[in-house]
Nanobody, 124 residues
């Protein structure tokens, strides 16, 4: 049974930091491309960052480059998203996702497994 469980969300002031965690079970995160997406209120789900196991590379949305860092702990089967210098525009529900094979299309429709999401709210 595959399960992804996000945690670490909350309310922070602009300029603050949060660290999100995604604990995976039923799959080995070390052999999956893992990603973070987010969905702001009233908007479409958007890509934030990924960690592609096959190529051992990471990608970031332009809006978070230099502020967010995706990483993984293989022994804990957990993926993290360190978020620094948070802005009100970062307010969203953040979702962890996984897929077994990389694709040219980085969109959410290419991901197989999803967590339930964790709310991040950044006040001005």
């Amino acid at each position: 049974q595959v399960q992804l469980v996000e945690s670490g969300g909350g309310l922070v002031q602009a300029g603050g930091s949060l660290r999100l965690s995604c604990a995976a079970s039923g799959l080995s995160a070390s052999r999956y491309t893992m990603a973070w997406f987010r969905q702001p209120p009233g908007k479409e789900r958007e890509f934030v960052a990924d960690d592609i196991w096959l190529s051992r590379t990471t990608d970031y949305a332009d809006s978070v480059k230099g502020r967010f860092t995706i990483s993984r702990s293989n022994d804990k089967n957990t993926v993290y998203l360190q978020m620094n210098s948070l802005k009100p525009d970062d307010t969203a529900v953040y979702y962890c996702a996984a897929k077994s094979r990389p694709t040219m299309n980085p969109g959410p429709e290419t991901y197989t497994y999803w967590g339930q999401g964790t709310q991040v709210t950044v006040s001005s």
